[in-house]
């Protein structure tokens, strides 16, 4: 009964309540938790190149067995949820399709972005270098 309450707990609190709920219930949890963020965030950068390679070319990376094996795991559940929601509601997916390919790699040199507004903007200055480093590629 008791793992029927965590579970119900787990999925029907947002996020920062159950870390205050966990960190008083389960500390121990709670910190493990927290040490796996800190090392997701601090490997970001190397699993998020990682993963564009592997977009990129899914034969081409080897990397260990489960590694290899967590990123076809991935790509199929991701290619899974969009074939879902291509058939929930077609209309809706073609319309986001769309609106993704305003910005492909044509319209890159138009972006015109000055040094300031980067420093002032961490998220855009962490996804423009990321996007950088996706189209020198290409």
Do not use: C
Request: glycine share 0%; charged share 30%; aromatic share 10%.
């Amino acid at each position: 009964m008791e793992d029927i309450d965590q579970l119900t707990l787990e999925l029907l609190m947002n996020k920062s309540t159950y870390q205050k709920y966990l960190s008083q219930t389960n500390p121990k949890r709670a910190e493990e938790n927290r040490i796996y963020k800190e090392n997701l965030h601090k490997f970001s950068n190397n699993i998020m190149k990682l993963t564009s390679d592997y977009l990129s070319n899914p034969d081409e990376i080897q990397v260990t067995n489960e590694v290899n094996e967590m990123l076809d795991t991935f790509g199929k559940t991701w290619v899974k949820y969009f074939e879902t929601k291509e058939l929930e509601n077609p209309e809706e997916y073609k319309k986001s399709q769309d609106q993704d390919t305003l910005f492909d790699e044509s319209h890159m040199e138009d972006v015109n972005i000055s040094s300031s507004q980067l420093k002032k903007n961490p998220i855009l200055n962490k996804r423009l270098n990321y996007s950088m480093e996706y189209y020198s590629k290409h």
